[in-house]
């Protein structure tokens, strides 16, 4: 390798951490800025963080997106703390990466206006199935384990919305799955919006 290329390497690593850095903690910040929707219970809020993330997915690539939406989560470890032992965060890793990294992958070998549109499409169905697996298993029994709360009462929190919640598997699919699928819609929706506008400048 030639010292020209040698540089041109180590400046382009040094932009590509750069960028990943500065987005992390846009993404971080837009954490902290969640809207509750009035047919969910109260601890599912939407907000939109993620579009930092798939932007930077799609821009810079899957492993950016990876790696932002990893640190963007030990960011909020640091100045917001937990209170699920890390349960909680994995979670929300869990989910934040099944809607970025197929999307992101898709979108780097296609990228075109229909590439990005079937990339988001995958992101947002892969978001739903992760999103109740994770619920299911994860989120929701530590939620009632290290707030108290008995499954019983969060179900009741979905059966107030809508009666036909019974228990946590219809709880998972009439709540969890339509969130998750509108947050991704939503999402999609911004990051189809921004991209064009936004694109070049990560590019440079």
Known sequence: MSAQSFVSSKTSRVQWIAKVSILAAIAFVLMLF?????????????????????ISGFALGPLAGATIETLKIILNLVFQGTDTAFVGEISN????LSLVLPSAIYYKKH???????????IGVISMGIIGCFANYFIALPA????????MDVIVGMGSSIL??????????VLMTLPFNLLKGVVVSLVVGILYKRISPILHR
């Open 93 to 96: 890793l869990l989910i934040g």
């Open 163 to 172: 009666p036909l919640v019974k228990d946590t598997f219809t709880f998972v």
């Open 143 to 150: 939620y009632s384990y290290f707030y108290g709360m008995p």
């Open 34 to 54: 969640e809207i509750p929707l009035p047919f969910f219970p109260p601890f599912y809020k939407l907000g939109f963080d993620e579009v930092a993330v798939m």
């Open 111 to 121: 990228k075109t206006m229909k590439g990005a549109f079937i990339a988001m499409l």
